[in-house]
């Protein structure tokens, strides 16, 4: 008997020191940082983005006439940042690993891409953003083209003002403020079950810069800034 409890404690002991070694192992494996990139703002012209989980805030880069990114590098996933002819490129990668899960994006860590473009580039190049279970939000920005697409995330723009705009969200909110005059614009919008609201002066305005905002169950809130 006393020769069967001790065989019972080791084979115990080597079980836990094994499943030690597999969580020092998995703590290794497993990081969650950020990534840096610039690049130069000069032969670019397009900004293509596809982002899960994250949020995208947008800034306008005074310093320089480069293009800076900041995104998120895991285990878990990353994104593909590239050029290929005036197309900037980031583009949401899943991880190798198996344990990629939706749960990882609520852990507390601050989970955001952010981009700084210069004014050169905002004033001839146009954004394409598509996110999932992210927000967009910039703010101060004006530009010559904006498409913005939400899953599941709310498009927040503050002071903000492009020739074509065009914003789409299925369950999240559009808040605008557009940085010029109501006459300046014209909007087109729809909405399946949100509630929107809409500056008078903005719905009737019949301006050269056109704006599309739609949402499916999202509410909507646009003004302009003489209202």
Not at 12 to 40: M, T
Not at 54 to 64: I, K, M, R, S, W
Not at 71 to 99: A, K, M, N, R, W
Request: hydrophobic share 35%; with cysteine.
């Amino acid at each position: 008997i006393i020769l069967c409890v001790i065989a019972l404690v080791n084979g115990g002991r080597q079980i836990v020191d094994e499943y030690r070694d597999y969580l020092h192992k998995e703590q290794q494996q497993s990081y969650y940082e950020h990534k840096e990139y610039a690049f130069s703002a000069a032969e670019l012209s397009r900004l293509n983005l596809s982002a899960v989980g994250d949020d995208v805030h947008l800034y306008v880069n005074n310093d320089a006439e480069e293009i800076k990114v900041i995104c998120p590098d895991s285990s878990d996933y990353h994104y593909l940042v590239e050029t290929s002819g005036d197309t900037l490129s980031i583009i949401f990668q899943e991880g190798d690993g198996d344990s990629f899960s939706l749960n990882d994006w609520f852990d507390g860590t601050d989970h955001r891409i952010d981009i700084w473009l210069p004014q050169s580039f905002l004033n001839r190049g146009s954004l394409d953003l598509d996110v999932v279970s992210g927000d967009i939000e910039f703010a101060g920005i004006d530009g010559a083209e904006l498409t913005a697409v939400s899953v599941s995330g709310d498009i927040n723009l503050d002071v903000c003002g492009f020739t074509q705009m065009s914003m789409e969200t299925v369950s999240g909110d559009i808040d605008v403020s557009l940085s010029g005059p109501a006459a300046g614009y014209q909007l087109d919008y729809d909405t399946v079950s949100g509630e929107a609201e809409i500056g008078r002066q903005l719905l009737a305005a019949s301006g050269d810069k056109k704006i599309s905002a739609s949402t499916v169950s999202g509410d909507m809130e646009i003004y302009a800034a003489d209202e």
